[in-house]
């Protein structure tokens, strides 16, 4: 019924039809709506199992050596300053992921998340270089 006879049937279908195409268009991109937020969902859900599985279990002992990581914040840090305190000696291990260590320097003993923690590496023990004074050779 495109073309009516009657004016008021004209007007009527003049003005649903744009309704309609809006509705129309409205539904559309609600579905594009819903197909981009699970596609988002979905590509989230990827992300967090890719940066989970690189995290590393780090796995402590009581007695075992370890640095702290030194937490407070400066604006200004020296660019060759240790961000690392210590060793400490682990005391007691928690179930929920804390640490309580104890200072080699002060015996001061606290509380720690193991996320501030890593293992403390002894450095290289170096031996006296023997030194040989070279002499030029005879022709």
């Known amino acids: 019924m495109k073309y009516p006879d009657e004016p008021d049937s004209l007007c009527?279908?003049?003005?649903?039809?744009?309704?309609?195409?809006?509705?129309?268009?409205?539904d559309c991109q609600s579905k594009l709506e819903e197909d981009f937020l699970d596609n988002l969902q979905i590509e989230d859900k990827k992300t967090k199992v890719f940066h989970v599985a690189r995290?590393?279990?780090?796995n402590f002992t009581v007695g075992?050596?370890?640095l702290l990581q030194h937490s407070k914040l400066k604006f200004f840090p020296g660019k060759l300053r240790s961000r690392w305190l210590g060793?400490?000696?682990?005391?007691?291990?928690?179930?929920n992921g804390?640490?309580?260590?104890?200072?080699?320097?002060t015996n001061n003993t606290?509380?720690?998340n193991d996320h501030q923690l890593k293992e403390?590496?002894?450095?290289f023990q170096t031996e006296p270089i023997e030194i040989m004074d070279l002499e030029d050779p005879i022709l």
């Open 12 to 26: 009527a279908v003049s003005i649903i039809e744009p309704i309609v195409q809006e509705v129309f268009e409205l």
């Open 55 to 58: 995290i590393s279990k780090k």
């Open 64 to 66: 075992q050596k370890v």
């Open 87 to 95: 060793p400490h000696v682990i005391t007691k291990i928690f179930a």
């Open 98 to 105: 804390a640490v309580e260590i104890q200072s080699l320097k």
């Open 110 to 112: 606290f509380k720690v």
């Open 120 to 123: 403390y590496r002894k450095g």
